[in-house]
Each structure stands twice: as structure tokens, then as C-alpha cells.
């Protein structure tokens, strides 16, 4: 009968609904990660536009440039969203930039974020 089509119908989409919901929380784990990128990384915009990119996954954290011509940072977020800034940092940067290298360590699981927002630190 109708009704039970209906009934049907809505324990398909709660269904899917958990499904979905769990999937959500398992990436919503909480990530902290230092980083350093090597190549030709100053002078190409390469900080404005990791503070773009951190913004746009809704990342916070910090990029400045060092004495020794890389760019170093930190990336804190939920780890799906972390993992999609550092292949971002391994293989794209700014238009004009040149990755050589992407070093990442100190990663750790953190409770809540050490920034409120993903700024552009001056040495």
C-alpha cells in the first residue's frame, strides 16, 4: 500500500543519514602540523596564497617567510582538511612558485586550536 511505501522511503533516508553523520565524525578529528617548504618560495606571493588556500578549507594557522629562503608554518584543522592543505603545499603553492620539498612534522592530535584564524606572520 501507499503507507508502507512512505515508511520505506524514510528509513532509506535516515539510513543514509547516519551513514553520512558517522562518516563526518571520524574526519573531524583535530590536527596540529608544523611545515617547511623548500624551492623558490619567497618573492612569488607563496604566503598570500597559502593564507588563501588555508582560509578557503577552513584551516587556521600561520606561514612566514625565513632567512634561509623557505617558507615555514603551522597547520591546524581537521585531519581530512589538513591532509588536502599539504598536498597542496607538496605540489601547487602560487602560480610562480617552485616546490622542491615539503617537510611536515611535529603532527599531533589536538583538543581545540592554538589560532583563530590563518594569518601572515612577519619574521
Not at 81 to 98: A, E
Amino acid at each position: 500500500s501507499n503507507m508502507q511505501t512512505l515508511s520505506t522511503c524514510f528509513v532509506g533516508i535516515s539510513r543514509l543519514e547516519t551513514r553520512y553523520f558517522t562518516a563526518g565524525m571520524s574526519t573531524e578529528e583535530m590536527i596540529s602540523v608544523d611545515y617547511e617548504i623548500f624551492g623558490r618560495v619567497q618573492g612569488v606571493f607563496f604566503r598570500k596564497y597559502t593564507q588563501a588556500e588555508g582560509k578557503k578549507l577552513g584551516l587556521v594557522g600561520w606561514v612566514q617567510n625565513t632567512e634561509a629562503g623557505t617558507v615555514q608554518g603551522q597547520l591546524q584543522g581537521p585531519s581530512n582538511k589538513v591532509r588536502q592543505m599539504q598536498d597542496w603545499l607538496k605540489s601547487t603553492g602560487s602560480p610562480k612558485s617552485q616546490i622542491i620539498k615539503a617537510e611536515f612534522k611535529n603532527e599531533k592530535n589536538v583538543k581545540s586550536l592554538d589560532h583563530s584564524t590563518f594569518k601572515i606572520v612577519r619574521p
